[in-house]
């Protein structure tokens, strides 16, 4: 029987060779922002959230020859294979909001794929309704959920979260997002 809530897939697996090139080998997701690392942020954010979650780890996609993200969403779809839908998240995005990823699985109910716009720009998370799951499971190397998007055009919800655009893909990105944690703490 499915579960009421779709699962939240946090995309753990990538090998961060940019930010790694950048950073004199510093793994992002490992990065510290404030007191806790990048990883920990995102995958905090959809504990607070209240949804199920599944990370996807490298070790997940071992058995693959060069990973690329649609490995990992088709990964993480496979073990969660009977939820009611699921929420794309890369892990460098640790600072989506919580409420964005209920706004997110709310507005699943009613639409087949939702993302998240902020100011105009495409974010995530990316939701998919259960019927995508196929579709989503057949997904392989680095293009993501591409074709699953072009099948079923997804529904713009706009949400107040500039946290569900800013990845930390560089040294200046997780400084940026240093200060917008910073700015956040202050507003509260």
Same mark, same amino acid.
């Given at each position: 029987? $499915?579960?009421?809530?779709?699962? @939240?897939?946090?995309?753990? *697996?990538?090998?961060?060779?940019?930010?790694?090139?950048?950073? =004199?080998?510093?793994?992002? %997701?490992?990065?510290? +922002?404030?007191?806790?690392?990048?990883?920990?942020?995102?995958?905090?954010?959809?504990?607070?959230?209240?949804? !199920?979650?599944?990370?996807?780890?490298?070790?997940?996609?071992?058995?693959?020859?060069? /990973? =690329?993200?649609?490995?990992?969403?088709?990964?993480?779809?496979?073990?969660?294979?009977?939820?009611?839908?699921? %929420?794309?998240? !890369?892990? #460098?995005? $640790?600072?989506?909001? /919580?409420?964005?990823?209920?706004?997110?699985?709310?507005?699943?109910?009613?639409?087949?794929?939702?993302?998240?716009?902020?100011?105009?720009?495409?974010?995530? !998370? @990316?939701?998919? *309704?259960?019927?995508? =799951? $196929?579709?989503?499971?057949?997904?392989?190397?680095?293009? =993501?959920?591409?074709?699953?998007?072009?099948?079923?055009? !997804?529904?713009?919800? /706009?949400? #107040? #979260?500039?946290?569900?655009?800013? #990845? @930390?893909?560089?040294?200046?990105? +997780?400084?940026?997002?240093?200060? +917008?944690?910073?700015?956040?703490?202050?507003?509260?």
């Amino acid at each position: 029987m $499915p579960q009421a809530l779709p699962t @939240v897939i946090i995309l753990a *697996a990538g090998r961060s060779t940019r930010f790694r090139a950048a950073s =004199g080998g510093l793994d992002k %997701l490992q990065a510290h +922002l404030g007191t806790l690392s990048v990883r920990e942020h995102t995958i905090a954010a959809v504990q607070a959230s209240g949804l !199920p979650v599944h990370v996807v780890e490298a070790a997940h996609t071992a058995h693959i020859a060069l /990973p =690329g993200m649609g490995d990992s969403i088709a990964t993480g779809v496979r073990a969660c294979a009977q939820a009611a839908g699921w %929420l794309i998240l !890369p892990a #460098d995005l $640790p600072l989506v909001q /919580p409420a964005t990823l209920r706004a997110v699985a709310q507005a699943l109910a009613s639409h087949t794929v939702v993302h998240a716009v902020y100011q105009g720009q495409r974010g995530h !998370p @990316v939701g998919f *309704a259960a019927t995508c =799951g $196929p579709a989503l499971m057949a997904l392989s190397g680095d293009q =993501g959920a591409r074709a699953v998007l072009q099948t079923y055009p !997804p529904h713009a919800l /706009p949400v #107040d #979260d500039a946290g569900c655009i800013h #990845d @930390v893909d560089t040294p200046e990105a +997780l400084e940026a997002a240093r200060r +917008l944690l910073a700015r956040r703490v202050q507003a509260s």
